[in-house]
C-alpha cells in the first residue's frame, strides 16, 4: 500500500491504495465520489472523465500514484461552477441525456470545450466530444445543448479562454506532480480549504442560491406572538425536530448540531451549524444552515424561511416555510427532488404535532423520538402517490362523462 496525497474538489486527502489503483477506482472506492462512472476501462468510452489540473482526462487508465500533488475534480466537484450549471440547464432543455450514464464524462468534456471554443462551431464540438461515447441520444441534443451554451456567452461577451486554463505543457496532471521532486512543497491552498470544509461548525454560514426551493405550510391553534416567542427557544424547537441534535450550547443568533436521517438502508448524519434571523415586527424569521455527513463525504446547504400569519381574529397561526437547500456529493444522487419534497412534508408534519404537544404543556415523553423510520417514511410516500394516481383516474372519468 502506498500513501497517496492529491487535491480531490479543493480537498486535500491523503488515502492508502494499491500503487496499480486507477484514478478512477480511488475516486470512487477511496472517496466515494461515484458521479465518476467505469465504462469501457480502456480509455475509449469517457465516462470516467474527470479533470486532472483543469484539463480533462480518462481517470480508468491514469494511475492515482501517477498523480501525486495534482488537482483532481470530479463532477461533484463542479455543482457550484458557472460554466457547468449552464450545461446541466442546457442538457436538460436539449434533452440531451436519457439514461444518463455517460453524463458526467459529456459534461466534463463540453465545459472545457465551452471555455476553448471561440464560437458555436458545430464540427469543432463534435470533434471534442468524440472521445465520449452515447449509446443512447444520437447526440444530436448533446451537440445543441453545447452550442447553446457557448452561443449564450460569446453573447454576453465571456470570450475564450487560452488553451482552455491550460498553463503547464506535457501529460494530465504532469504540471503539479510531485514525485521525485521533494525540493518542492505541497500546495498549501487546498490544504486550507480542506481545513474549512471538514469543520463541522464554520465561524462563517454565507448566504447562498439554493438550488431546489419547497414551500409548507401548517397550523397551530396560538397566537402568533406565542408562537413566535416558541421559535425563539432554540432548545424546544431542536426537541420538536425529529432527529435534530445539538452539539454545543446555543445562542439567539447561532446554533450548531447534527441531524440524522434514516430512510431504509440509507443513513445519514449532517453535522454543522447555522445562524438565526428574526424580525419580531413582521413575525418572521431565517434559518440559514451548513452541514456535512462524513460517511458519504456528501454536503448540504440550508435555507429556511418562515412567516406567521394570524387566523381566527388572531387565536391561531398560520406558519408559512419556504425551504431551500442544495445537497452535493453521493447523497445528492438519490436525493431527488420528489423524494426530497415527500420527505420535507413527513419532517414538516411530525414538526408541527411535536410543536403543538410542546406549547400545550404535554410530558416531554410525549415529543416524538429523533430517529426517523424509514419504514413509515416509505409507507407514507407511496400512499399520497397512490391518492394522487386514483384523484387523476377520477377527474379524468369526471371529465369523460
Known amino acids: 500500500m502506498t500513501a497517496i496525497v492529491l487535491n480531490v474538489n479543493r480537498r486535500a486527502v491523503e488515502v492508502q491504495a494499491e500503487p496499480r489503483t486507477s484514478l478512477a477506482d480511488f475516486v470512487r472506492d477511496k472517496l466515494d465520489l461515484t458521479g465518476t462512472h467505469l465504462g469501457c476501462e480502456h480509455g475509449v468510452c469517457g465516462a470516467c472523465t474527470v479533470l486532472l489540473d483543469g484539463v480533462p482526462a480518462r481517470s480508468c487508465i491514469t494511475y492515482a500514484v501517477a498523480c501525486e500533488g495534482a488537482d483532481v475534480t470530479t463532477i461533484e466537484g463542479l455543482d457550484e461552477d458557472e460554466v457547468m450549471a449552464e450545461l446541466r440547464a442546457a442538457f436538460t432543455r436539449e434533452h440531451a441525456l436519457q439514461c444518463g450514464y455517460c453524463t458526467p464524462g459529456m459534461l466534463v468534456s463540453a465545459r472545457d470545450l465551452v471555455l476553448r471554443l471561440p464560437d458555436a462551431d458545430e464540427r469543432r464540438i463534435r470533434v471534442g466530444l468524440s472521445g465520449n461515447l452515447c449509446r443512447c441520444t444520437g447526440y444530436v441534443g448533446i451537440v445543441r445543448a453545447v452550442q447553446s451554451v457557448i452561443a449564450a456567452r460569446r453573447g454576453r461577451n465571456i470570450g475564450p479562454q487560452a488553451d482552455g486554463g491550460r498553463i503547464h505543457l506535457g501529460p494530465a496532471g504532469s504540471g503539479r506532480a510531485m514525485s521525485g521532486h521533494d525540493d518542492q512543497p505541497l500546495p498549501t491552498a487546498g490544504l486550507e480549504l480542506a481545513a474549512a470544509s471538514d469543520s463541522v461548525a464554520p465561524d462563517v454560514i454565507p448566504d447562498f442560491t439554493p438550488a431546489n426551493v419547497l414551500d409548507q405550510s ?184
Do not use: W
Open 218 to 401: 401548517f397550523t397551530l391553534p396560538y397566537m402568533p406572538a406565542k408562537v413566535f416567542a416558541m421559535f425563539a427557544d432554540i432548545k424546544g424547537i431542536a426537541a420538536c425536530l425529529p432527529g435534530v441534535s445539538l452539539t454545543a450550547p446555543p445562542s439567539p443568533e447561532r446554533v450548531e448540531g447534527a441531524i440524522r436521517v434514516r430512510l431504509g438502508p440509507i443513513v445519514a448524519a449532517f453535522e454543522g451549524a447555522a445562524r438565526v434571523e428574526r424580525d419580531p415586527a413582521a413575525l418572521t424569521g431565517r434559518i440559514i444552515g451548513i452541514g456535512t455527513d462524513r460517511r458519504s463525504h456528501s454536503a448540504t446547504q440550508g435555507d429556511i424561511r418562515y412567516r406567521l400569519v394570524p387566523l381566527d381574529g388572531g387565536e391561531a397561526t398560520a406558519v408559512e416555510l419556504s425551504i431551500g437547500y442544495t445537497l452535493t456529493g453521493m447523497l445528492a444522487q438519490i436525493g431527488r427532488p420528489g423524494l426530497v419534497r415527500d420527505l420535507a412534508k413527513r419532517l414538516v408534519a411530525d414538526f408541527a404535532g411535536n410543536l403543538d404537544r410542546q406549547m400545550s404543556g404535554a410530558p416531554p415523553r410525549e415529543v416524538a423520538p429523533a430517529e426517523l423510520s424509514g419504514l413509515s417514511i416509505i409507507s407514507d410516500v407511496l400512499r399520497a402517490r397512490v391518492a394522487r394516481i386514483l384523484g387523476r383516474v377520477f377527474a379524468g372519468r369526471g371529465g369523460a362523462e
